[in-house]
């Protein structure tokens, strides 16, 4: 998440640390710009300036659609054949309505928008079919995938109540937010038809990792300028990305023989504050 414009400004350090790591890619976990998405200046600048360091680096950029983002389309404020300004940017992918897959190697990734009720929701209001698109696609991707298999959005499939306890009430997927009550309900379906070895999403800015029925969850932390000022969260924190690094068993770690990935959080002057390790399904060893 990072935020570009608003009271955040524009710099990200960040990004120029994350191309230091030379990446294969980068995802963008959603919420790219500060100002719900309807700022035009926001979004030029977001692909002019911010991402320059990894355009110029050719590093390919996969987006998310977060909330910041605006809305596609349907909603009360924008009319059906109006296209956000999230739309024409030139990704290099076509990302659709803002769901859509890649493969990467034997990774497959399958992005999805969780966002607002004309896309996303469990009440069964779909009056533009746009819930029952997507889901579809999904499905699809998920039935169809590789050795491994990612799904990333904005909004988590949980809330870690194991790093948040006062969010819960009894369990750690237990959060009184319509969102994630929404989001739990339609991923626990895919958990008990698919292999999903990890579920990546922003929104919380957590920085965070766990493991819980099967599957990995990690929440990216958010990218402000580090000059931005906050009671929450101190210089040091800020400037983050999560690197991801994804192995076949091998002599380092021969403990994992289906294969491991390991997730590290970095900051932008590339001080490592925290190292997981997670091994493959269906055995589970993390430390």
Same mark, same amino acid.
Not at 22 to 44: A, C, K, R
Not at 97 to 118: D, L
Not at 187 to 201: P, R
Not at 254 to 261: L, N, S, V
């Given at each position: 998440?990072?935020?570009?414009?608003?009271?955040?400004?524009?710099?990200?350090?960040?990004?120029?640390?994350?191309?230091?790591?030379?990446?294969?890619?980068?995802?963008?976990?959603?919420?790219?710009?500060?100002?719900?998405? %309807?700022?035009?200046?926001?979004?030029?600048?977001?692909?002019?300036?911010?991402?320059?360091?990894?355009?110029?680096?050719?590093?390919?950029?996969?987006?998310?659609?977060?909330?910041?983002?605006? #809305?596609?389309?349907?909603?009360?404020?924008?009319?059906?054949?109006?296209?956000?300004?999230?739309?024409?940017?030139?990704?290099?992918?076509?990302?659709?309505?803002?769901?859509?897959?890649?493969?990467?190697?034997?990774?497959?990734?399958?992005?999805?928008?969780?966002?607002?009720?004309?896309?996303?929701?469990?009440?069964?209001?779909? &009056?533009?079919? %746009?819930?029952?698109?997507?889901?579809?696609?999904?499905?699809? &991707?998920?039935?169809?995938?590789?050795?491994?298999?990612?799904?990333?959005?904005?909004?988590? &499939? %949980?809330?870690?109540?194991?790093?948040?306890?006062?969010?819960?009430?009894?369990?750690?997927?237990?959060?009184?937010?319509?969102?994630?009550?929404?989001?739990?309900?339609?991923?626990?379906?895919?958990?008990?038809?698919?292999?999903?070895?990890?579920?990546?999403?922003?929104?919380?800015?957590?920085?965070?990792?766990?493991?819980?029925?099967?599957?990995?969850?990690?929440?990216? #932390? &958010?990218?402000?300028?580090?000059?931005?000022?906050?009671?929450?969260?101190?210089?040091?924190?800020?400037?983050?990305?999560?690197?991801?690094?994804?192995?076949?068993?091998?002599?380092?770690?021969?403990?994992? #023989?289906?294969?491991?990935?390991?997730?590290?959080?970095?900051?932008?002057?590339?001080?490592?504050?925290?190292?997981?390790?997670?091994?493959?399904?269906?055995?589970?060893?993390?430390?």
């Amino acid at each position: 998440d990072i935020h570009v414009g608003g009271d955040t400004g524009n710099d990200r350090p960040a990004v120029m640390e994350a191309v230091n790591q030379h990446p294969d890619f980068v995802i963008l976990s959603g919420d790219m710009v500060f100002s719900l998405g %309807y700022n035009q200046t926001e979004w030029n600048t977001l692909w002019c300036e911010t991402l320059m360091p990894l355009r110029n680096a050719n590093i390919p950029i996969y987006p998310v659609i977060g909330n910041h983002d605006s #809305p596609f389309p349907g909603s009360n404020e924008i009319l059906v054949e109006d296209m956000p300004l999230w739309s024409k940017i030139p990704w290099g992918i076509d990302i659709g309505k803002g769901w859509y897959s890649f493969i990467i190697g034997n990774i497959e990734f399958v992005m999805i928008e969780n966002n607002y009720r004309h896309t996303w929701n469990c009440e069964g209001y779909d &009056a533009y079919g %746009y819930v029952e698109e997507q889901r579809n696609f999904t499905e699809s &991707a998920l039935s169809e995938s590789p050795r491994w298999l990612f799904l990333v959005s904005h909004k988590g &499939a %949980y809330w870690n109540t194991t790093t948040y306890p006062d969010s819960s009430s009894d369990t750690m997927f237990s959060i009184h937010d319509d969102d994630y009550r929404c989001n739990q309900k339609i991923f626990d379906e895919w958990l008990d038809k698919y292999q999903i070895d990890m579920f990546i999403s922003g929104h919380n800015h957590f920085g965070d990792n766990f493991f819980k029925n099967g599957t990995m969850y990690s929440h990216v #932390p &958010a990218a402000y300028d580090v000059h931005f000022k906050s009671e929450y969260v101190e210089a040091w924190q800020q400037g983050k990305f999560g690197m991801y690094d994804v192995y076949e068993s091998n002599e380092q770690y021969p403990k994992y #023989p289906e294969g491991y990935i390991k997730i590290r959080q970095i900051n932008f002057d590339g001080q490592i504050l925290n190292e997981d390790v997670f091994g493959k399904n269906p055995e589970f060893i993390h430390e």
